[in-house]
């Protein structure tokens, strides 16, 4: 059984940055691709970011895209969302996935979220 759990999460004024952080458990975290998601409250859980196990080749949703920056690092079994010039419509439960299948968006591991909340 894995576990993911994020930290990182906070209120920050609009154009800030936070980090988020996941830390997994289980020896085999290095083979997993990871990913980020998140939810507004009245919305759908949206993909915001993955890094891929194999190459660490990333990926990001179009409204993110320049502006966040996923890493990883095995040694450590986390994963790092880098989140830099923050808008309003950033604010949402941040969740991390484990064992992502990029292809289907589906994955095996949940973290509990973590709140990220931009003012303006």
């Known amino acids: 059984q894995v576990q993911v759990v994020e930290s990182g999460g906070g209120l920050v004024q609009a154009g800030g940055s936070l980090r988020l952080s996941c830390a997994a458990s289980g020896r085999t975290f290095s083979l997993y691709n990871m990913g980020w998601f998140r939810q507004a409250p009245g919305k759908e859980r949206e993909f915001v970011a993955a890094?891929?196990?194999?190459?660490?080749?990333?990926y990001y949703a179009d409204s993110v895209k320049g502006r966040f920056t996923i890493t990883r690092n095995n040694a450590k079994n986390t994963v790092y969302l880098q989140m830099n010039s923050l808008e309003p419509e950033d604010t949402a439960v941040y969740s991390c996935?484990?064992?992502?299948?990029?292809?289907?968006?589906?994955?095996?591991?949940w973290g509990q979220g973590t709140q990220v909340t931009v003012s303006s």
């Open positions: 890094i891929r196990w194999s190459d660490s080749n990333t």
């Open positions: 996935a484990g064992n992502l299948n990029i292809a289907t968006m589906r994955a095996n591991y």
